[in-house]
């Protein structure tokens, strides 16, 4: 898959963050370790300079690994030396150096994502940790909640952290809905797959169909199918499917051809937030753990869709949409 980067990348790329943004800046007589890692660890900040090109990153047999962390190590002591110089930072310094430790999260979710894709594309099915357990989900019985018509608020709110995506909080107004207690279960889903959800044209969209004709897809990303059993490969190695986790790694066209097939539909952004600074994403993490079945980039199973009875019949909310029709490798 295109969009997957090599491990050492991300170790690069996060490192190359602080030294593009905070130590050349600001650290007076800071020398790079490599000027030329500046394009080559540039993800996609045009306004920065050329980033390498993504879909090639898997081809840098240099630097090596042990390179890659002597990079780390030299950043490292510069931010070190800047954080402890004594004299007060400016607040522009501070901020940068928050958002470049959010980047870095973001980075270690997204490593646990690449390391999943790429070992499964292994024949061998190599487990990445021996000592994760399933996630010990169960899927309960569904209760319906209502919610009234009425203004709700979306976006980030206050003065903590949050990225320039996130804001400013505005005021949406959403019609009266019903939304479902949990997350559709991969048992739920396998119901579509037995119905023959891969095979009517009726319940995809136009561009959806076409896709998955092309790429012959007729089941999650991870899924494998031996004889009448289900397995899902996850870093922990394959494991028999969980029914009643969450479904993860679909696509949008997936996701939408099942709310189809559920006589529903998906969800607005503005249904899953409640209060002001409390997003549909945030509501979903605080009530359940995203990271059954050893999932790799975990942070939301790309459709866990939920169930809602709006004002135009029954409809199959889940997260709000997903950014591109490919699937999410984690």
Not at 165 to 177: D, I, L, N
Not at 244 to 260: D, G, N
Not at 280 to 309: D, F, H, I, V, Y
């Amino acid at each position: 898959m295109a969009d997957v980067s090599p491990p050492k990348w991300h170790l690069a790329h996060v490192t190359w963050f602080f030294e593009a943004f905070v130590l050349q800046p600001f650290l007076p007589g800071y020398r790079p370790l490599d000027e030329r890692y500046d394009h080559l660890f540039n993800s996609y900040y045009k306004t920065h300079g050329t980033p390498f090109e993504r879909a090639r990153r898997g081809l840098l047999s240099r630097p090596t690994v042990s390179e890659v962390y002597a990079y780390r190590s030299h950043v490292d002591l510069a931010m070190a030396q800047l954080l402890q110089s004594g004299s007060e930072l400016a607040d522009e310094v501070l901020q940068r150096v928050e958002l470049g430790l959010e980047h870095e999260q973001q980075h270690q979710e997204l490593l646990l994502m690449d390391i999943k894709h790429i070992l499964a594309q292994n024949p061998l099915r190599p487990v990445y940790r021996h000592d994760l357990k399933p996630g010990g989900a169960s899927a309960s019985e569904l209760r319906w909640i209502q919610f009234p018509a009425g203004l709700r608020h979306v976006g980030h709110s206050g003065d903590g952290f949050a990225f320039d995506c996130e804001r400013p909080c505005h005021r949406v107004f959403v019609e009266a809905f019903q939304l479902a207690s949990r997350p559709v279960s991969n048992g739920e889903y396998l119901e579509f797959i037995r119905d023959g959800g891969y095979r009517s044209t009726a319940l995809w969209l136009a561009d959806g169909w076409d896709h998955i004709q092309r790429t012959g897809w007729q089941a999650p990303l991870y899924w494998l199918r031996e004889g009448d059993d289900w397995l899902e490969l996850t870093l922990g190695g394959p494991r028999e499917l969980d029914l009643h986790a969450p479904v993860c790694h679909l696509s949008y066209f997936e996701a939408e051809a099942f709310a189809t097939w559920a006589q529903a539909r998906l969800p607005r952004e503005e249904e899953g937030s409640r209060r002001p600074g409390r997003t549909a994403m945030g509501q979903l993490r605080r009530e359940r753990s995203l990271t059954a079945g050893g999932g790799g980039r975990g942070r939301w199973p790309a459709a866990a869709l939920r169930r809602c009875l709006g004002m135009d019949g029954q409809c199959l909310p889940a997260l709000p949409r997903l950014p591109s029709a490919g699937r999410q490798p984690g």
